[in-house]
């Protein structure tokens, strides 16, 4: 009966502070409320959102944690123990929710699973991420960018040149070279008849 008391106040006194006003780890919690609420165990049932946003590519990503009743009953001081402010994230209290969430520098991970072609150094270059992002340079290959058709070559300047692995763009340059030679085989051995 005393767990079902203590259960049942601290719910209450959770929602009245939850309705009352929406919390931010600004310290307004901290400076209206007092220190006190960071020992308070967590209520049953609240359910504990995280969620990131990645800078680069500006994609965000939100879960739920997992398994959220092993955090029944422990201080929230703990949760933002796991969760430090040092990492970058921040907390927001709501009705029935408590919300963590942070900035990532970079991609997010289906992003950064992503290539797409560019130049740098003056060579054709694998970049990290989706045609137009820019996460880094995955490898340079062996592909002189000034062998590029002007189309491709602007395209892979701009980050903009996606749908084609070096190897098929190896290929198509041979080809290019191979029908360019031949023209001028061919032209050549035309001027040569009398």
């Given at each position: 009966?005393?767990?079902?008391?203590?259960?049942?106040?601290?719910?209450?006194?959770?929602?009245?502070?939850?309705?009352?006003?929406?919390?931010?780890?600004?310290?307004?919690?901290?400076?209206?409320?007092?220190?006190d609420?960071?020992?308070?165990p967590?209520?049953?049932?609240?359910?504990?959102?995280?969620?990131?946003?990645?800078?680069?590519?500006?994609?965000?990503?939100?879960?739920?944690?997992?398994?959220?009743?092993?955090?029944?009953?422990?201080?929230?001081?703990?949760?933002?123990?796991?969760?430090?402010?040092?990492?970058?994230?921040?907390?927001?209290?709501?009705?029935?929710?408590?919300?963590?969430?942070?900035?990532?520098?970079?991609l997010?991970?289906?992003?950064?699973?992503?290539?797409?072609?560019?130049?740098?150094?003056?060579?054709?270059?694998?970049?990290?991420?989706?045609?137009?992002?820019?996460?880094?340079?995955?490898?340079?290959?062996?592909?002189?960018?000034?062998?590029?058709?002007?189309?491709?070559?602007?395209?892979?300047?701009?980050?903009?040149?996606?749908?084609?692995t070096?190897?098929?763009l190896?290929?198509?340059?041979?080809?290019?070279?191979?029908?360019?030679?031949?023209?001028?085989?061919?032209?050549?051995?035309?001027?040569?008849?009398?």
């Amino acid at each position: 009966m005393a767990l079902f008391m203590v259960t049942f106040s601290l719910t209450v006194i959770t929602v009245f502070a939850y309705d009352f006003m929406v919390v931010k780890s600004d310290g307004a919690w901290a400076n209206r409320y007092g220190k006190d609420m960071l020992h308070q165990p967590i209520a049953p049932g609240v359910a504990i959102t995280i969620e990131k946003t990645y800078r680069l590519c500006g994609h965000q990503e939100i879960e739920n944690l997992e398994r959220p009743e092993d955090w029944t009953g422990r201080p929230f001081r703990e949760l933002l123990q796991r969760y430090p402010e040092s990492a970058g994230w921040r907390w927001e209290l709501r009705p029935g929710q408590i919300r963590l969430f942070r900035s990532v520098d970079g991609l997010c991970p289906d992003d950064a699973a992503k290539r797409h072609l560019g130049i740098v150094g003056g060579v054709v270059a694998v970049i990290v991420g989706p045609p137009g992002l820019y996460g880094g340079i995955d490898r340079l290959t062996d592909l002189p960018a000034e062998r590029l058709p002007r189309p491709l070559y602007e395209l892979a300047e701009r980050g903009w040149l996606g749908g084609m692995t070096p190897e098929e763009l190896s290929l198509l340059l041979d080809g290019m070279d191979e029908s360019d030679g031949h023209k001028e085989k061919d032209s050549t051995e035309g001027r040569r008849k009398p």
